[in-house]
């Protein structure tokens, strides 16, 4: 019980300094559940508590970072045409993977914890850990060489207006690591969206281009010489078949047959493609889905009906076939671009979904319906699910109120009890005891 | 090739489409007419429930059975045996805030040294002068406890070693209007075990009820056999049901248990006059206000009574003898009792007299009731007028570290983050800690898996914390009551205080009506 007494000897003065307080009582409950006791009411309560729920989130979506570092790393040296084996130049892979990722996760949490710290202090509750997941999901949804200044914005926009304005964890009407990943679509339209953002450690994603290395890759180079094995090469360039095209703006341009002109099928859903970090890999991402289904904690109703909203329109579209998308025969869409991502950690999200069950299924059924129909149909960036679920989180309380209605009217309209006199003069109705004897 | 065999998939598709559509059509016209009242399944293919559900034993009548597929069985350790114990007990007491609704000074008919007998009045209500509240024993009243405000918390009795009743006299049945029936049941004392339902409050006297509803189980954790509380008493459990369905514009409902693991006690099985229903499923089944929702809801405006046997078969007994008969068993159980049995002693018992010996450790909670609805008391308390169960749990109050992660020792839960499916037998050592702290609503269809009605509990709570009134109504506060909503206290992931919501909820209706 050392480390209970020191840290029960530095909590600092809640009068005198609120934030050092509320900070320090975020990491205290973090490191040792509290001892409180029921008090009317129950008195066991459920060893379940939403850091719990929370953190099993996170963890489902693990596979997805380690297999996001990794491909930030295969997609950059797939540019200058090295180590094109999955387990050749692993460790160049890797590192270059962390010196893009770290500072996106640093600072996503930096920025974004900040503010959660500060209006938890300003407001006087505990931190609330609405964060540790849309903080995990942030990277993951961002292209890998998005400007950090742009991130920190995001996430500043997303948690300020889209959760504390509505009053923090549990009230936000719209997800907030989408509002982050949307806002960046809105506001710097030109500097992430295009073929060249996908890739990352050039200055400009162009043949001939030569690598842009900082004094990471630098550092990780003295070290890999000491080791003796191979170092990055500060003197690649971009070979000259280089596109940096994702599947999904190959098959707006061309439809299936340009697709697989670059890309395998097998390459697709194992992830090794262009895309946002976390989104490529389907299988790992199942993987977290499936964790979230046993578990519980992710609705099985938004997920099925999501599928079957997405291959409801992709069935029609085609049918119809008047574009080159619409031609990609339906099973494909969820090859490429990031609808299981959407489906296992966005859409599911208990705050911004429909409440109730029946709510559930019209919710995740219009999310894969309208997301394919976004991505099929919008010009300018071929992926549907982020406006599709914002889209969708709009309606959710409408669609529970009109659930609810039903279930109202439905008691409401019960008819009353056959005989039911009550109050007041009822005793004489049946006063008669011969009826009884 | 493929071509031919789409087309037969497509037809066969068509083809069941076209069954389940007009084999639905052939249910939901049943319904409307009124044919299948109880659910019956009058489908042309048996459900999946028929085919697959193991059958249940042959004393259960399958047309009156309602399966429940949602709530959650708390397993914890501590049951109590199914011996019945004479109680040691010397003191018992009647507690005026038992009975909601009371005001908090009643009118005392009694002072500290009198002598009483069981049955005698105590006090009563000035606002509800003819309702009288009596001793459940005879001897000596030695103290009248104040509480808060110069309220009465207490009327303390000691009991008699030879208990001797107040006789009254018994009126005649057979001609009596059902106002006399009345008068004389209030009279005698058995009134307030009447429970009147919305609002759970001491039935009215000018209030009909719709329909009476009884359970005669309890699926509660660690709840007492209420088959050994009816043992020796079926002729007045009988005579109760009587009395009672003479009480009610509609019917007297019997909850039975249909789980086939204990077959209920005959005093249940054969009563007559009554409808039974029988109920199979996990913990809430057993409530009395689950029961309801299933068979006949409470209608709007309408008002229904529910009763516990032990009280019915009071009631029955009065109108046999003359005499109030407040014998009650009362399970002592939980974790930290040595020998967990059922006592056999009267109502208002003292618990620290119940648990002579039989608590070893300190650092205890306390709780006359179960452990989901029941009440916090200190130990040298007395049992709480409704409650035929003590249980006794450890105090949670220790700092776990990453207790939320990684728990050391395993604790009952719904979420399937705990393995605790992996061990179906284990009996749980709960202690009270509200392992995490409070927060706001964000988890969802939650409420909805802990309790098998037709209500949307989380919106119901967000419509009581918003103070609206009308849509309270709407969705089904009338039918709620804390201890239906409280298994979904206890799996709530934001810790959130439901039961105390649902009361404030159930006084602004109260208010309001």
């Known amino acids: 019980m050392g480390l209970l007494s020191f840290l029960q000897k530095i909590e600092p003065d809640k009068k005198k300094s609120p934030f050092l307080h509320t900070l320090y009582d975020g990491f205290f409950t973090f490191a040792y559940a509290p001892k409180t006791v029921t008090k009317g009411g129950v008195h066991i309560k459920d060893g379940m508590d939403l850091k719990r729920t929370m953190v099993m989130v996170v963890l489902a979506m693990q596979l997805a970072y380690v297999f996001g570092t990794y491909n930030i790393g295969h997609q950059h040296f797939d540019a200058i045409g090295m180590y094109p084996g999955f387990l050749e130049g692993f460790h160049l892979k890797l590192s270059h993977g962390l010196i893009k990722l770290l500072p996106i996760f640093i600072w996503t949490h930096v920025v974004g914890l900040g503010i959660e710290f500060w209006f938890a202090a300003k407001k006087g509750h505990p931190i609330e850990e609405g964060f540790l997941v849309s903080g995990a999901l942030i990277p993951l949804i961002m292209p890998p060489d998005i400007p950090i200044w742009i991130l920190c914005v995001a996430v500043a926009f997303a948690v300020i207006l889209g959760k504390e304005a509505f009053g923090g964890t549990g009230m936000n009407i719209w997800n907030v690591a989408l509002l982050a990943r949307v806002f960046v679509f809105f506001a710097y339209p030109t500097s992430i969206s295009g073929d060249e953002v996908w890739v990352s450690g050039f200055e400009k994603v162009a043949p001939g281009m030569a690598v842009d290395y900082s004094w990471a890759h630098s550092m990780f180079n003295s070290l890999f010489d000491w080791i003796g094995i191979a170092t990055f090469n500060a003197n690649a360039a971009i070979h000259d078949a280089y596109s940096g095209a994702t599947p999904l703006a190959l098959a707006a341009k061309g439809g299936w047959t340009a697709v697989t002109e670059q890309f395998t099928v097998a390459q697709m859903w194992w992830g090794t493609i262009p895309g946002s970090i976390g989104e490529t890999s389907k299988p790992l991402i199942l993987i977290g889905a499936l964790v979230l289904l046993l578990t519980k904690i992710g609705s099985w109703r938004i997920m099925l009906s999501m599928f079957l909203g997405c291959v409801f329109m992709g069935i029609i579209f085609n049918a119809w076939g008047a574009t080159p998308f619409m031609t990609v025969p339906w099973i494909y869409h969820f090859y490429i671009g990031s609808f299981f991502f959407a489906m296992a950690f966005m859409a599911t999200d208990p705050v911004t979904a429909t409440s109730t069950n029946v709510g559930k299924w019209i919710y995740g059924f219009g999310i894969g319906a309208i997301g394919l129909l976004i991505r099929v149909f919008n010009p300018a960036y071929p992926e549907g699910w982020m406006l599709a679920i914002l889209f969708l989180n709009t309606f959710a309380p409408l669609i529970d109120y009109y659930v609810l209605d039903s279930n109202i009217k439905r008691r409401m309209a019960k008819p009353s009890a056959a005989g039911g006199i009550i109050r007041k003069d009822a005793n004489s109705q049946i006063e008669n005891p011969v009826s009884h004897a | ?193 009447i429970n009147q339902r919305p609002f759970d409050i001491i039935a009215e006297t000018e209030v009909i009820p719709d329909n009476i509803f009884i359970s005669t189980f309890d699926t509660a954790p660690l709840a007492p056999n209420l088959n050994l509380v009816i043992e020796g008493r079926g002729e007045e459990f009988q005579k109760g049901l009587e009395i009672l369905a003479r009480l009610t514009s509609g019917k007297v409902y019997l909850g039975l248990d249909g789980r086939g693991q204990e077959k209920p006690h005959t005093a249940y099985t054969s009563a007559t006059g009554v409808e039974k229903h029988w109920f199979k499923g996990k913990h809430p089944a057993g409530n009395v206000g689950v029961q309801i929702h299933h068979v006949n809801p409470i209608k ?81 308390d007395f049992v709480s007028d409704a409650h035929n169960q003590i249980t006794v749990i450890k105090e949670g ?50 409420y909805e898996n802990m309790l098998p009605m037709d209500i949307y509990p989380q919106h119901l709570m967000k419509a009581i914390l918003t103070g609206d009134i009308e849509r309270m109504e709407g969705l089904g506060i009338n039918e709620m009551s804390e201890e239906d909503i409280a298994l979904c206290e206890f799996a709530c992931t934001s810790k959130q205080p439901l039961q105390e919501i649902l009361r404030d909820g159930l006084d602004m209706m109260r208010e309001q009506a």
Do not use: C
């Open chain 2, 397 to 446: 109050d220790d700092y776990e570290l990453f207790g939320w992660l990684l728990p050391i020792t395993p604790r009952p839960s719904a979420s399937r983050t705990f393995p605790n499916f992996l061990i179906p037998g284990h009996e749980f050592e709960a202690n009270t800690n509200t392992h995490g702290e409070e927060r706001a609503f964000v988890v969802t269809g939650q």
């Open chain 2, 300 to 380: 709007n405006n309408g008002t229904v009574w529910t009763l516990k046997v032990e009280d019915v078969a009071m009631i029955g007994r009065l109108f046999l003898s003359g005499t109030y008969d407040a014998t009650k068993v009362v399970a002592i159980t939980g974790s930290e009792v040595t020998e967990p049995v059922h006592y056999k002693t009267y109502k208002g018992a003292s618990i620290s007299e119940l648990l002579k010996d039989k608590v070893t450790s300190d650092n205890n909670r306390y709780v006359s009731g179960n452990v989901l609805s029941g009440t916090q008391l200190p130990i040298d």
């Open chain 2, 1 to 193: 090739m493929l071509i031919s065999a789409l087309v037969v998939i497509g037809i066969i598709l068509i083809f069941i489409s076209v069954f389940s559509i007009s084999d639905n059509l052939i249910q939901i016209e049943a319904q409307k007419q009124g044919i299948d009242t109880q659910k019956n399944n009058l489908s042309l293919v048996p459900s999946l429930k028929d085919l697959f559900s193991k059958s249940s034993p042959s004393y259960v009548d399958k047309n009156n059975l309602h399966r429940l597929n949602k709530g959650m069985d708390i397993k914890l350790a501590g049951a109590a045996s199914d011996e019945v114990h004479h109680a040691p007990v010397a003191r018992y007491a009647v507690k005026p805030q038992d009975f909601r609704g009371i005001s908090p000074i009643p009118k005392m008919e009694v002072t500290e040294g009198d002598e009483v007998l069981a049955g005698q009045v105590l006090f009563y209500d000035k606002k509800n002068p003819n309702v009288k509240y009596v001793s459940p024993v005879s001897g000596e009243i030695v103290e009248i406890r104040r509480g808060q405000k110069r309220s009465i918390s207490h009327v303390i009795i000691l009991g008699d070693k030879e208990q001797k009743h107040k006789q009254n006299t018994p009126i005649a049945l057979s001609n009596a209007s059902r106002s006399e029936i009345v008068g004389f049941m209030q009279e005698s004392g058995v009134w307030p075990v």
